[in-house]
């Protein structure tokens, strides 16, 4: 919010909506539940029914949301390929231990999980 304007609770929305963004964006996600539980505090705050002049500032907070969403989907693809290589690498690495007579380390990192 900038100094000297109003508070006005769907601005609020609206840049936590951005700040939730920005943070799933730079995979700072260690952040995100604490603007979930500010946006949830702030949202059982507000009346039933919203003033028509809301209606730009939760049309674009809804259209954010929809843009974290999409940021996280794709931050947990790549997670999963991430994964997918490690899984793979690890495979590959069994299989040369294998094949020069050597029996592979126990996998200290899956017992730990």
């Given at each position: 919010m900038a100094p000297g304007q109003p508070y006005d609770p769907y601005r609020r929305l609206l840049e936590l909506s951005e700040r939730e963004l920005e943070c799933a964006g730079a995979g700072r996600l260690d952040a995100l539940?604490?603007?979930a539980a500010e946006r949830q505090a702030l949202i059982e705050s507000l009346p039933a029914a919203p003033p028509a002049s809301?209606?730009?500032?939760?049309?674009?907070?809804?259209?954010t949301q929809t843009r974290v969403t999409m940021e996280l989907q794709r931050?947990?693809?790549?997670a999963l390929f991430s994964l997918r290589r490690?899984?793979?690498a690890r495979r590959a690495a069994r299989g040369y231990?294998?094949?020069?007579?050597?029996?592979?380390a126990a996998p200290r990192v899956d017992a730990r999980v």
């Amino acid at each position: 919010m900038a100094p000297g304007q109003p508070y006005d609770p769907y601005r609020r929305l609206l840049e936590l909506s951005e700040r939730e963004l920005e943070c799933a964006g730079a995979g700072r996600l260690d952040a995100l539940p604490q603007i979930a539980a500010e946006r949830q505090a702030l949202i059982e705050s507000l009346p039933a029914a919203p003033p028509a002049s809301a209606r730009q500032l939760l049309v674009a907070a809804t259209l954010t949301q929809t843009r974290v969403t999409m940021e996280l989907q794709r931050g947990r693809e790549q997670a999963l390929f991430s994964l997918r290589r490690v899984l793979q690498a690890r495979r590959a690495a069994r299989g040369y231990y294998q094949s020069v007579g050597q029996a592979p380390a126990a996998p200290r990192v899956d017992a730990r999980v």
